[in-house]
Structure formats: C-alpha cells, structure tokens
C-alpha cells in the first residue's frame, strides 16, 4: 500500500486514512511500514526515539536518509542516554531534533518544589515530556513510535498504524509485532547502537530518578516508576 501525494490534511480524512492503513499493513514488515509512512507524508513525517535503541531510528534512515529522529531531553535522563543521541546524531544519517521542556529542572523545582516527580510523577511527566512532545510534533502530520505489544499488557493491541486523536495526528509503531529478541537480533546484525543500561540490569530506561535495575524474573517495564500504580508517561495514552 503505497502513495505517491501527500496525505488528506482534515483530521476526518487522516483518521480514515490511518484507520484503513492500519488494517492493510497489519502484516507489513516495519520497513514497509516506513515507507508507505514517508510516501504519504514526506517531510510531515518524523521518528521520535527515547534512545533506548536506536533500531527505529536506524530502519527509518534505511528509507529516508536525513529523517527527523526526535528526542525528548527531561533534564533526567541518564549519562548514558544523552551519550546514546550524541552517538546516533553523529554516526547514523539522521537529523537528530532535541525537545526540551519549557522549563529547566531548577526552574520546575523554584515553582513546583524539589522532586516532583517523587510527589506528583504525573504532572512531572506531563510538564517535561507531554507538553514538550506535542509542541515539538505541532508541526507534523505524522510520527513514529518504537513502541512493541509485547512490552506490557497496555500496549498489547497497539495498531502498526492508527489515531492520535489527542494530537490530532496519524501515529505509526512500525515495531507493535517484533518481540525484544527480534529488536535484539536486528541490533546485531545491523551494529545499532544501543543505550549501555540495557547491558547493566536495566529492562527499560526512562528518566533516572523513576527507573531501576530489574529484579530476578520481572518484567522488562517493571524497573519504571516501581511501587507505583503508574506504567506510562503519559505520551502513549
């Protein structure tokens, strides 16, 4: 399934379009995923990674050299992970984009107090990745997710293609039916680099005051806002 225009730009349009792709490619393969993706949207087409890996960022290159890779930096993150996007920025052929929040963490701390994300990760996560992730997508029509069902039981019927209906955007997970060892096998053929932490007891890297080390026979997320009712951030909701 493939265009060769650009997309409908009415959201009524974009979701039919989205919802229809979404059954169409359900069997794609991802680079096929990506390509009808960059066909159809061109330029208003971006990849957002995490720098966990950078196995999306890698494949979407394979099809548009210089695609947008965006990346959220929370002023949390760990060493190793803003040393991830520096190396992917400066080896893969890629334009890496940087989104920061309105707000540096001692500015956040001056209003809201010192450790929010102890008292209130909710609100921590919605002032330094939500709202600095749909101000930096505002100008896109569409965006690429790393995200996998196999990763946690609330990402289980994400679709290869579908609505975001809260931005107002078509939102593509090339990834939903790969498994971790397939994201692992797919590292080393290709040597994608990914963020060290993954080697070091670490199932999932988020920002480092709300992820840990995994304990013996938990799950990948579990190290993720631990002893809280809490699983997502907030951008895949």
Not at 56 to 61: C, E, G, T
Request: one cysteine or more; hydrophobic letters at 35%.
């Amino acid at each position: 399934m493939t265009t060769g225009h650009r997309a409908p730009r009415t959201d009524a349009e974009l979701r039919e379009l989205a919802e229809r792709a979404g059954r169409e490619l359900e069997d794609a393969s991802a680079l096929e995923i990506l390509r009808w993706a960059v066909d159809t949207f061109g330029e208003d087409f971006c990849v957002t990674s995490s720098m966990e890996d950078a196995v999306l960022a890698h494949l979407a290159s394979r099809v548009r050299k210089g695609v947008d890779v965006v990346f959220l930096d929370t002023g949390y993150h760990f060493p190793e992970t803003i040393g991830t996007r520096d190396a992917v920025e400066a080896v893969m052929d890629v334009r890496v984009i940087t989104l920061t929040p309105r707000q540096t963490v001692a500015e956040q701390d001056a209003e809201y107090g010192p450790e929010l994300h102890d008292r209130d990760p909710d609100l921590c996560c919605a002032l330094r990745k939500v709202r600095p992730l749909e101000e930096g997508l505002a100008g896109y029509r569409a965006w690429a997710t790393g995200l996998r069902r196999d990763e946690s039981p609330t990402r289980a019927n994400t679709p290869v293609v579908g609505w975001d209906a809260e931005r107002g955007k078509v939102k593509i997970s090339p990834l939903a039916r790969w498994t971790q060892e397939d994201v692992d096998a797919y590292a080393a053929e290709h040597g994608v680099l990914t963020n060290p932490l993954l080697m070091d007891g670490y199932g999932s890297v988020g920002c480092a005051p709300c992820t840990r080390r995994l304990l013996p026979g938990e799950d990948a997320r579990a190290g993720r806002w631990a002893g809280r009712a809490k699983t997502e951030c907030g951008l895949h909701t």
